[in-house]
């Protein structure tokens, strides 16, 4: 059984910021709209393989691990969360890399699985806090299934000036299928914080 | 202006590929090597394999009576619970049959239900089932009693709902809600002489141990991630398994995902009588396979049993 440390993809990052509560320009560049210049980069570690794994956190099939995996997880973050044309009502392919039948649950669950509840009225968004951290299940030598912690926080600007900072946040569950790793499962938790609206909105992913 | 924050927070868990009862096994099985002397876990001949566009995935889960050293493949079913999940919403359905139940055996003519185990092994079990309720399950899952005992104290305790007092030697069982450890979760399982309805008491009791160890694994698992992977590491080292190492994981990830507040336990019910000497039960075959009818396609059973 191996554990593994984490291994960092990706360099610059809010790593520090654990709770996603940073504000655009704290310690980094503000760019236009307020938002900071730099957006978080996607940050994959491997924490752990259960089962025969003879690599070690830095081996060359940890890091293949690393990259399939992070690759899969971040192909739906930029698809449905930050490679997105703001303002943006339609999340083409945002699934490519789900399973077939999670895509279909996926896309029933839009409000939650991409910024569709919130993209019509931003102008623009930016990563503050992008982690992704991998547990995975290797019974024979090879990962054939995988849980990724994901952690999103991404800072967005509505024209009349109004911030949002939408957090997805918790698991999606990888599986590899005809060879290649896809997202069959997630348990996933989203919140939007609107730090300069008047009153609340309670309204379940209504985004304020 | 005032400054006001608003956060509207909302969770959803989804899971698209299933498996229920085999993740209750991971938990509770002794360390050894995979052999059937134990558990099995096997994918029927014809069934579907768990896939993730799958809606509703169906598991024999069985007891088996096999003895130390024998193998759970080869020996009587004596609890048969048929087990209906639905990976898209969450619901199951579990359905029990009396292991007495007196049906076509395809091949082997007419015999108890649990019998077919021994001359077929899961294959024909899985078929007689499939004769007996119109439903061929994609999986049977067989544990032997004794490993079903060392599972559960590895969770213990499981919090089990009992409808009836009793007390023998091994256990005492209060009407209401009940703790068990492994000795007295078998009991429970096996109960019978002191419920007024018998083998269709202890069939439905099998099912509410079914549930109450759904939850106690979610529980579990629940407490940090990682939790699915380190157990079906455990539940390999000591299950007989012929299914592909992915398949078994999207099966068990999707055990997670049924919500134990959704599953709905039902009884094939019928009348008891002799055959050949025999005690047998002539189940309502109509009534087992209007509840499968209900069933198949969700996994859900509206209005109940």
Known sequence: MAVLAAAALGGCTDDSDSSGDSQPGE??????????????????????????????????RTRSLQRATGRVVGGWIDRAFVAVDYPASEFDGAFAT????????????????TNQTLGDRLV????????????????????????????????GVAESGQRRKLSVTGELHLTRVDGRWRIFGYDLQRSVHAPELRGSSGSSGGGG | MTSTRSRTVTRIRRVVA????????????????????????????GGDAVDADDDVVWILALGSDARRGQSVLGSRADAIQLVGMNLRTGHATIIGIPRDSYVDIPGHGT??????????GPQLMASAVATMVGLTPDYVFTTSFWGFRFMVQRMAPLSVYSPFSWSIPAATVQRGENQLDGAEAIAFARMRKALPGGDFDRS?????????????????TERGPGQLER????????????????????????VLGIDPSRVTSCV??????????????????????????RSRDDATLEGGC
């Open chain 1, 27 to 60: 310690g980094g560049t503000v760019g236009a709209l307020g938002l900071p210049a730099e957006p978080a980069e996607q940050r994959t570690q491997v924490r752990k393989v259960w089962g025969r794994w003879p690599g070690d956190d830095d081996s060359a």
């Open chain 1, 98 to 113: 789900f399973t077939r039948g999670a895509a279909a649950q996926a896309r029933r669950d839009s409000w939650l699985t």
């Open chain 1, 124 to 155: 623009d968004a930016v990563p503050v806090k992008r982690t992704v951290s991998v547990i995975a299940f290797a019974p024979k030598g090879s990962a054939v299934g995988a849980t990724a912690q994901v952690a999103l926080v991404l800072q």
């Open chain 2, 18 to 45: 299933l498996g229920a009862v085999l993740t209750l096994t991971a938990l509770l099985v002794p360390d050894a090597g995979p052999s059937p002397t134990r558990a099995a876990l096997v994918r029927v001949q």
């Open chain 2, 111 to 120: 015999n108890k239900i649990n019998s077919a185990m021994v001359s077929g």
């Open chain 2, 204 to 220: 439905r009791d099998q099912g509410f141990l079914l549930i109450a160890g759904l939850r106690r694994v979610r529980e579990l």
């Open chain 2, 231 to 254: 157990l079906l590491v455990s539940f390999l080292a000591n299950t007989y398994v012929d299914l592909p190492p992915d398949e078994l994981y999207r099966l068990a990830r999707a």
């Open chain 2, 268 to 293: 094939v019910g019928g009348s008891t009588g002799t055959v050949g000497g025999a005690s047998v039960v002539f189940a309502n075959i109509t009534r087992a396979r209007s509840i499968v009818d």
